[in-house]
Every structure is written in structure tokens, then in C-alpha cells.
């Protein structure tokens, strides 16, 4: 059992009255995590929402039985919070009405269960989003060498809580599970995919374009459906956690790029996955690829996980020059590279260095990892 960087903030939480909300993509450990909390409270209780009779109760706002349900604990953890309709108001009418329970609610679900929380718990909640296991919570727990000598397979394989500490076939299987049906599920339920087969031929699409920027009329013509649907479904992907985008930066030099966008994956077994490809690193030509993905989602997870607010972007111009990363943390900017080998100097782009006033590129390898985290 891997300890999560959210759970010493949750702690903090608990004898506060807010309700805590815990999201993120499925199998990425939120149950694994509320479990590990209640351990060591033991007035607490986990009911999972999609047992017919904890979603009866709740839905029939009855306070006499849900009190009942609640079998006198102070702690109250309501799994897969997202399939009781209405959850929010729910949420709030227990807050509201019997204050001697302290609620956490997980759900799998941005665009499910963030909507139904938004204006029911306005000032009511806190919440704290999960994502696949970090290298420093495997570094945690199994130390930093570990983590160098499996590199090369969590660059194939990812992160996933139930993945990373499997056999190799069976990695492939759970991922095999996890990228068809399983993990796109709360895309699939959304009133308007009327065909599945177009979002997996959208995810495949967005796959193969790792890193590059993508043209969402080009995606519309392949797909053979509109760009406002492209940016619907790319939208809905977005929102359940399968992938992320960066902007392009840029102040409006004449010959930087502007309103593009690169779309990464939150993990590179899912991304393996969806391109149907596990072979590993030394017989690949996509490592760079993969490399980037996984340096940029492990940055993503670094600035959340310690409560630092950043804008990620990438750079480039017209003319060939480009940054992989910039950070921007209170109007500082910081520039990343990332090379799996490095066979001359790199430098920063020197039309960015002076525009920008960076002089420092932070160029990434697997010989100097530690930097990304630090």
C-alpha cells in the first residue's frame, strides 16, 4: 500500500466541518486512500453508493433513516459519491441538518460529481484530486533506487496503483481492462456520445499526436464529425482525467505561436494502451515521446501534490524554435527540457532568453530525474 501525498492534508481536514471531497480518474487509489484514513478512526464508516440500499436512503433525504444508516459514527465516507443523482443537495441537507457527522465523498467523475457539488456546497467543502502514484510516493515507499531501476518500465507500463507492481503480462492485462471500457465509462454514460467507437478512434488520434500540436480541423475530418463535437469530446476526456492539454505561451512575438495546444496523457500505460504497443523501451522509437509525457505528467503531479499553483505551457515559433515546458509559479517563469540522451549542449532559444529574461534551461534525462521534483 502506497501512503498518498493528499493524505497527511485530509487529516489536517477532518476535525474541521467542511465536507472533503476526494476525486479522480477510476483506479487511481481514492477508495485504497479513505480506507487508509479510517483506519486510525475508528467511529468512522465507508458506504459505498452504488449498494441499492445506501442510494435509496440517501435519495429519500429521510434524516430518521439516514441516521440509521449511519449506525452512529461520527465519520461518514460515501464512495462512488457520484451515481445518486442530486448528490450535492443531498450532501448539503446533511450538512446542514446534522452537523455531528463529519462527510467525505469520492467520485470518479469531474463533470458528474463536481457539477452537482457546485453551487449546493458553496463554502461547504474542500477538495483534493487524486492522480496515479507520483515517483515520489513509489520513492516513498520502495526508495529512490527502486524507482531508477524500474524507470524503463514505468515508462511503458505508468503508474496506476493496481499496475505498477504487477507481473508484465499482467500489466498488460489490467491496462488491456482499463483502457477499453473500464476507464472511459463516465464518458461513455454522457447523454450526448451517441457513438463510442468515434471517442476511441478520437483517444487513439490524441495518442499518436503525443507531444505535437493538435489541429482540431484535422481531427474533425478523420473522425468525420465537427470540430465543436472534436472540442466536446476532447472536453469530456479532459474532464474524466484521461488527459490534460498545454497552451502554447506567448506575449505576442510576431513569430510565436499562439492558441495551439499539445494534449498529454495522465499515465503512460494508458496511453501504451490505447496505441496498443507494450514493447519495451530498447525496442521502441517513440521513447522521447514517452519520455516527454511521462516528465510533464509527473511535473503536473509534483505542483499539485505540494499545494503549488502553476501554469504549464509549451513554447515554440514559427520558425523552429521550441521549449518542451514553461512554468509559470507567481509570475516566474521556468523552462524544461526533456531528453532521454543528450548528445550535444543544450541551450534556451536565445529569441525567448532575451524576450523573457530566462537564462536557465532545466534539461531533464534519466540520469538527473530528481530535479523534476524538486
Not at 111 to 136: A, W, Y
Request: aromatic content about 10%.
Amino acid at each position: 500500500m502506497y501512503l498518498r501525498k493528499a493524505a497527511k492534508q485530509i487529516n489536517n481536514w477532518l476535525n474541521k466541518s467542511e465536507i472533503i471531497i476526494i476525486y479522480g480518474a477510476r483506479q487511481v487509489g481514492k477508495t485504497t486512500l479513505v480506507k487508509m484514513i479510517l483506519k486510525t478512526h475508528s467511529d468512522s464508516v465507508l458506504l459505498n453508493c452504488e449498494n441499492p440500499n445506501v442510494l435509496s436512503t440517501l435519495e429519500s433525504r429521510d434524516l430518521s433513516a439516514i441516521n440509521a444508516l449511519f449506525s452512529g459514527k461520527k465519520i461518514i465516507a460515501l464512495d462512488e459519491a457520484q451515481t445518486i443523482p442530486d448528490i450535492g443537495s443531498i450532501l448539503k441537507l446533511i450538512y446542514d441538518e446534522m452537523p455531528q457527522y463529519k462527510l467525505i465523498a469520492t467520485g470518479s467523475s469531474s463533470f458528474d460529481l463536481l457539477n452537482q457539488l457546485g453551487e449546493p456546497l458553496t463554502g461547504r467543502n474542500v477538495k483534493f484530486r487524486i492522480f496515479p502514484l507520483s515517483i515520489s510516493e513509489l520513492s516513498d515507499k520502495n526508495g529512490w533506487l527502486w524507482t531508477l531501476d524500474n524507470l524503463n518500465m514505468l515508462l511503458v507500463f505508468g503508474n496506476y496503483p493496481g499496475v505498477v507492481d504487477l507481473a508484465v503480462n499482467q500489466k498488460v492485462q489490467k491496462l488491456t481492462e482499463l483502457s477499453t471500457d473500464y476507464l472511459f465509462k463516465d464518458v461513455f454514460a454522457y447523454e450526448k456520445i451517441k457513438n463510442p467507437t468515434i471517442i476511441r478512434k478520437l483517444i487513439k488520434a490524441l495518442a499518436m499526436q503525443v507531444g505535437s500540436q493538435v489541429s482540431t480541423n484535422e481531427l474533425s475530418n478523420l473522425l468525420g464529425i465537427s470540430r465543436q463535437l472534436v472540442d466536446i469530446y476532447i472536453d469530456l476526456l479532459e474532464k474524466s482525467f484521461i488527459i490534460f492539454s498545454l497552451e502554447s505561451f506567448s506575449s505576442n512575438m510576431r513569430n510565436e505561436i499562439k492558441k495551439s495546444r499539445k494534449y498529454f496523457f495522465y499515465d503512460n500505460g494508458i496511453l501504451n494502451s490505447v496505441i496498443g504497443n507494450f514493447n519495451l523501451i530498447l525496442n521502441r522509437n517513440d521513447t522521447g515521446t514517452l519520455w516527454e509525457n511521462f516528465c510533464i505528467a509527473e511535473r503536473l503531479k509534483f505542483n499539485h501534490n505540494n499545494n503549488r499553483f502553476a501554469n504549464l505551457y509549451f513554447w515554440r515559433t514559427y520558425d523552429g524554435a521550441e521549449i518542451d515546458l514553461i512554468e509559470e509559479v507567481n509570475g516566474e517563469l521556468k523552462a524544461f527540457e526533456f531528453k532521454m540522451g543528450i548528445k550535444r549542449k543544450i541551450s534556451i532559444p536565445s529569441s525567448f532568453s532575451l524576450k523573457y529574461g530566462v537564462d536557465k534551461l532545466t534539461v531533464i534525462t534519466p540520469n538527473n530525474l530528481q530535479l523534476l521534483i524538486n
